[in-house]
């Protein structure tokens, strides 16, 4: 059984809205890495919050390692199994000291308090924060920040972790390690990553894209097939990473290329043999 | 401009201070304050003021951070000298007089003793609580003395909950205001020209968006606590139980016997005291 299922979910904020999810189905598998891609307002952050069940779907169910996300009495259940980070880092920090805010989930579980001291120091381990546990999160910069919250996640000991465009304010070098620590996550500790973005580069790295336009996924599948169709993605205004694009236009002026190249230096070798060929032939 | 406000804020540290129970802490407060409020002779403020200067060196906080938290309150201490100086009138022959100004000995020692009593207090308030102790071990501590409350229900928990998140967020605020401000600068908002009224008109373009981004970020942040199973007091455990040590007790009896003294101190004069002392040398 998929870890997470959503059977035909439909969503709108309001009856005489919009709807912002029409008529989605999907299935997460246990221990995989997933990026959900889409613009602006294609309705993602919607489907996040939806997947960890701070809304409920208006139409069709979602399930939870087989919890009904509607059932009011299972809520504390999915909450524990599945954490979630969102965008702002100023804005999900609860303790003004970086021990005591990642304790916080913990805390709310009722454990006793030698696990709770072990579940933050592995916590603070896992997202390379040992020597901040005593410091103020306001002196944080807006990585660290949200590496913090990541690991006020983490200490709650989740199957799975929703990103929420956790990158989305952050400096190119505070985007690249919290993109680390999800690949950390997913592939030393097994935990199902789930990520909401819209840069291409962090899509790349998850084993599994989801490409949303309008409430609706128009595409599925890995990183490779989706980034081929150049065209599919420009119709749901997304622009493909950089190489990609590039390969693209030379096979459009008629170019042999192959598709589905991600990486700069990937493309560089194809380029390499390819132009090394012509010289040959 | 508000980047110098030291007010509520924690320098985390290992001093004796930092260790003391919070709880503690705060009971100490309440006699600190109680006796640099009752010092009204001058071997009493001596006393305080020793004592006072012995809680700043066991802080173990920086000369420079304290100086920074007195200075904001420069003009009200000096406002409050000048306004005891010369509106206090005491017997005898004012020792300066020009027209309708008039100083007597008492005003120059009331001004004294007030400045020296305010920049205790601010002190004493900042070393004891504000500097040494986090914001979540002082939410704590009013929740567990005040815990006896819940019996009639009242909403100690969210009480202590509301008050840690407030502070969490002071620092976050004022940085916002302080973009908000510059934000508004950059479109030719004048906020230091014109009269009262309208200097404070000219706030209204920066409260406007402070409250929106308050509301909003409590909104994000009421998400974030659910998704991390916070479901109010009931069942929750703690990281930090506080527990306070003999040497915490020995502390609470130690600033205890110093209120006493104090009290004593404050009922006799400088004669009746050397009396005293030379009644013990001279048995």
Same mark, same amino acid.
């Given at each position: ?169 952050? &400096? ?16 030393? @500790?097994?935990?199902?990553? =789930? ?5 291409? $580069? ?66 560089? &070798? ?12 | ?106 005003? =120059? ?68 205001? $302080?973009?908000? @401000? ?12 014109? $009269?009262?009224? $309208? ?8 409260? =406007? ?13 009421? &998400? ?37 003294? =104090? ?21």
């Amino acid at each position: 059984m998929s870890f997470i299922e959503a059977r035909g979910i439909g969503f709108a904020y309001s009856p005489e809205e919009e709807k912002v999810i029409n008529g989605i189905d999907l299935k997460i598998e246990k221990g995989s890495y997933v990026a959900i891609l889409g613009h602006n307002g294609c309705g993602k952050s919607t489907l996040a919050k939806l997947l960890c069940g701070i809304l409920l779907p208006t139409e069709g169910q979602i399930l939870v390692d087989g919890l009904d996300t509607a059932d009011d009495s299972l809520a504390f259940d999915i909450r524990k199994k599945c954490g979630m980070v969102f965008q702002n880092p100023d804005n999900q920090l609860v303790a003004s000291i970086v021990e005591e805010d990642i304790a916080f989930a913990p805390e709310n579980l009722g454990l006793p308090r030698e696990e709770i001291r072990a579940r933050v120091d592995a916590a603070l381990k896992t997202v390379g924060m040992e020597e901040y546990a005593d410091h103020a999160t306001y002196k944080l910069s807006g990585g660290q920040k949200q590496r913090i919250a990541i690991a006020g996640i983490l200490a709650m000991s989740p199957e799975c972790i929703v990103f929420d465009e956790a990158t989305a304010m952050l &400096d190119p070098s505070g985007r690249k390690e919290i993109v680390a620590a999800m690949k950390r996550l997913n592939k030393e @500790i097994g935990i199902t990553v =789930i990520t909401i973005t819209h840069y291409m $580069n962090e899509a790349v790295e998850a084993d599994r894209i989801i490409v949303m336009s309008g409430g609706e996924i128009i595409g599925d599948g890995r990183p490779e097939e989706i980034f081929s169709e150049v065209e599919r993605l420009q119709s749901a205004s997304l622009a493909v990473p950089q190489v990609t694009e590039l390969l693209y236009l030379l096979e459009q002026d008629g170019h042999d290329l192959p598709r589905g190249i991600l990486h700069a230096m990937d493309a560089a &070798d194809v380029l390499e043999t390819y132009i090394g060929g012509h010289k040959n032939g | 401009m508000l980047k110098d406000v030291t007010f509520g804020q924690y320098y985390p540290g290992k001093s004796l201070l930092h260790r003391t129970d919070p709880r503690i802490k705060l009971l100490i407060l309440i006699e600190y304050l109680v006796f640099v409020l009752i010092a009204s002779t001058e071997l009493a403020m001596a006393a305080t003021l020793l004592f006072t200067v012995f809680l700043v060196s066991v802080s173990g906080v920086r000369f420079g951070i304290l100086i920074k938290s007195v200075k904001p309150l420069l003009f009200v201490l000096i406002f409050t000298a000048i306004i005891n100086l010369f509106f206090t009138s005491g017997e005898g022959d004012p020792l300066f007089a020009w027209k309708f100004i008039k100083i007597y000995e008492n005003g =120059i020692r009331n001004a004294v003793f007030m400045l020296l009593r305010l920049v205790s207090l601010v002190l004493g308030t900042s070393v004891i609580v504000s500097f040494t102790t986090s914001p979540l071990q002082l939410t704590d501590a009013i929740e567990s003395l005040l815990g006896p409350l819940k019996r009639i229900k009242v909403p100690v928990h969210e009480f202590a909950m509301m008050m840690s998140i407030a502070l969490r967020f002071i620092p976050t605020l004022i940085e916002e205001t $302080n973009k908000i @401000i510059s934000a508004q600068k950059a479109r030719c908002a004048d906020f230091e020209s014109g $009269n009262v009224i $309208n200097r404070l008109k000219a706030l209204i373009p920066i409260l =406007i968006p402070l409250f929106v981004s308050a509301v909003r970020r409590a909104e994000e942040l009421a &998400d974030a606590m659910e998704c991390r199973c916070y479901h109010g007091g009931e069942g929750r455990t703690k990281l930090k139980v506080m527990k306070a040590k003999a040497g915490d007790y020995i502390f609470l009896l130690v600033v205890t016997l110093v209120t006493v003294a =104090i009290f004593f101190l404050d009922r006799i004069t400088w004669s009746e005291a050397i009396g005293f002392c030379r009644d013990i040398f001279s048995k």
